[in-house]
């Protein structure tokens, strides 16, 4: 079942404006990822963090983990067309690899 | 590196057919792979894992005699859609993991580009 809740479910901004996505969740986690899928296309892994960690840098992305409060955000900074896609965040709970995938939110970035 | 190619992208068949879907590790090893099912504008759904060389195991509510899984080798995974009926309509996405990954890349997985299954 799912188990992440994403928010906003959809989010429309300006090329070099921010964006920020948030995603809660419901069960301890070993980590938290998040992916990014072109419409009608599979997923690419953007990042990691790990539930010791409290954030993450990797580019124009920064992540944040608040395991008291079971949620993360992704910044995307100095958004740029291209960026536009469905961002999924994904929690691997177990032993077994398998990741539950929360709802998506849609980024579209207008030139 | 860590590609995953996913054949076919597209299939349209007439109902009572069967599908087959393969998904391909083309520069590492995996001896885990993940199929999953997407509807339109929503997220995605696990529908089973797939071992090499033993039983996938298959999320509650998954029917294994109409999603058949075998993953004969270290780089091919495939999922066979049986007597395929219009519900069945959907975009099938599968996933693998680095079996020789350390650490944090350990637990990424890479996917193929999905394939859409259209049956009529």
């Known amino acids: 079942s799912q188990q992440g809740e994403e928010d906003p479910q959809a989010l429309s901004i300006q090329e070099g404006e921010n964006a920020t996505m948030n995603c809660s969740y419901k069960?301890?986690?070993?980590?938290l990822q998040w992916y990014r899928q072109n419409s009608g296309r599979g997923l690419v892994h953007l990042i990691l963090i790990r539930s010791n960690e409290r954030e993450k840098h990797s580019g124009r992305l920064r992540v944040t983990l608040d395991t008291s409060k079971k949620s993360s955000s992704l910044l995307i900074t100095a958004s740029r067309a291209a960026d536009t896609a469905s961002y999924f965040c994904a929690t691997d709970g177990s032993n077994t690899g398998k990741l539950i995938f929360g709802q998506g939110t849609t980024l579209q970035v207008k030139p | 590196g860590a590609v995953v190619s996913q054949h076919p992208s597209w299939v349209i068949c007439k109902s009572g057919t069967s599908v087959k879907i393969e998904c391909r590790s083309l520069d590492f090893q995996a001896t885990t792979m993940f199929w999953y099912r997407q509807f339109p504008k929503q997220s995605l759904m696990l529908m089973a894992t797939?071992?090499?060389?033993?039983?996938?195991?298959?999320e509650q509510g998954v029917e294994k005699d109409k999603f058949l899984i075998n993953h004969a080798s270290l780089t091919l995974s495939t999922l066979t859609v049986t007597s395929a009926h219009p519900e069945d309509s959907s975009f099938y996405i599968c996933?693998?993991?680095?079996?020789?990954?350390?650490?944090?890349?350990?637990?990424?997985?890479?996917f193929g580009a999905g394939t859409r299954l259209s049956v009529l």
């Open positions: 069960t301890s986690i070993n980590n």
């Open positions: 996933s693998a993991r680095d079996a020789r990954a350390t650490a944090r890349a350990k637990n990424i997985q890479y």
């Open positions: 797939s071992n090499e060389g033993s039983k996938a195991t298959y």
